[in-house]
């Protein structure tokens, strides 16, 4: 059974910072590329960060760069999203997803919810 378990989010105040994590199991996970993928309200779901199998390789969203940091350890199973400088509109619930070689299989997890206000 594959699981991708989100945690670290929650609420924190403009300028500050949260790092989330993405805990996978059932897969083999560095044959996976990972990516944070966002969902606000009345908004489509965004990627905002991927990485490569290798971790070699980072890709971010324009609204996201020079502030996000997304890191992976295979040894841990794990992704990482280290949220500085953290603005209200990056309010959304954050889901991680898993995806093969290929395109397919992939795999999304539950989602954490990350909300920035004052």
């Known amino acids: 059974q594959v699981q991708l378990v989100e945690s670290g989010g929650g609420l924190a105040q403009p300028g500050g910072s949260l790092k989330l994590s993405c805990a996978a199991s059932?897969?083999?996970?560095?044959?996976?590329?990972m990516g944070w993928y966002r969902q606000a309200p009345g908004k489509e779901r965004e990627l905002v960060a991927a990485?490569?199998?290798?971790?070699?390789?980072?890709n971010y969203a324009d609204s996201v760069k020079g502030r996000f940091t997304i890191s992976r350890d295979n040894a841990k199973n794990t992704v990482y999203l280290q949220m500085n400088a953290l603005k209200l509109e990056d309010t959304a619930v954050y889901y991680c997803?898993?995806?093969?070689?290929?395109?397919?299989?992939?795999?999304w997890g539950q989602g954490t919810q990350v909300t920035v206000s004052s």
């Open positions: 997803k898993a995806t093969n070689w290929g395109g397919s299989p992939y795999y």
């Open positions: 990485i490569s199998r290798g971790g070699d390789s980072t």
């Open positions: 059932g897969i083999s996970f560095s044959r996976y590329s």
